[in-house]
């Protein structure tokens, strides 16, 4: 299973504009401080939707509540979409549809994934990337950033049982272009799903990649706080339902959802 013999090369940018064709407007930056810094600058500047920003090397990345992520040259898919969507769309319903696109991007390439709310990609239990979406009125941008070949060295200890790459975990070659395609090809279609009014296949779709199906968690909101054996999506509702001893325990979306 898993594959010590690492691949660092630059993104084959000519291949991702080939396979994506005239449908986005591509930009190639071998180094930048954060795809999303610069993806949100040209939101600012009324940029068109579908404008896409691809590095090999971030200097600055940054996940979810600013943490850093950091990730050696070469070796990781680092991108951000710019999207207009046609109405504003729920950070939580961004989330989902999110990390549906992104999950089913790295299913069509055969990986294991699985989505830790709201924004980790999980395969054999290790976290692999992450999304972060942020947002200004009339514009979405969509970071992901995905190991693909980090060597396991690269990870400081404390992070060695708990990160890895698909490389290393999937025992494959797993060229960057490929993920940044399936990923954005991916992530399109769910947005016009959602677009065409499906928003509540794409919020029960995410189930399918649930990692904390069957997980002890804790769940904490503003209607307080509940322990349970994992949680399901109710897409309809718009709701966490908690499983709890022989019961069930609804709690909003907007919850913090913790691994005990």
């Not at 980090?150 to 960057?176: D, M, N, W, Y």
């Not at 966490?240 to 022989?246: I, N, T």
Request: glycine residues 8%; charged residues 20%.
């Amino acid at each position: 299973m898993f594959h010590d013999t690492v691949a660092v090369m630059p993104l084959d940018i000519s291949e991702v504009r080939r396979r994506l064709g005239d449908a986005y407007n591509i930009i190639y930056l071998p180094e930048t401080t954060s795809t999303n810094d610069v993806a949100m600058q040209l939101a600012r500047e009324e940029t068109p939707a579908g404008t896409l920003v691809c590095t090999d090397f971030q200097t600055a990345g940054r996940g979810r509540r600013g943490a850093p992520w950091v990730a050696p040259a070469e070796s990781s898919m680092l991108c951000s979409l710019l999207m207009r969507p046609a109405e504003a769309l729920p950070m939580s319903h961004l989330a989902i549809l999110t990390g549906v696109g992104v999950a089913n991007g790295l299913k069509r390439l055969e990986i294991p994934v699985r989505i830790k709310w709201p924004n980790d990609l999980m395969v054999r239990d290790r976290k692999v990337g992450g999304i972060l979406v942020e947002t200004i009125p009339g514009a979405v941008v969509i970071g992901v950033g995905i190991n693909c070949t980090v060597p396991e060295a690269a990870f400081p200890a404390e992070l060695h049982k708990r990160a890895g790459s698909l490389q290393h975990l999937t025992g494959k070659v797993i060229r960057c272009e490929e993920v940044l395609v399936a990923v954005v090809e991916e992530l399109q279609s769910a947005l016009a799903r959602v677009k065409a009014g499906g928003i509540i296949k794409v919020l029960y779709e995410w189930n399918m990649f649930n990692w904390l199906k069957h997980r002890k968690i804790r769940v904490s909101g503003p209607l307080g706080q509940v322990d349970g054996d994992g949680l399901f999506l109710d897409g309809r509702k718009l709701v966490f339902h908690v499983f709890k001893d022989a019961g069930i325990v609804t709690m909003p979306l907007s919850s913090t959802v913790e691994v005990r």
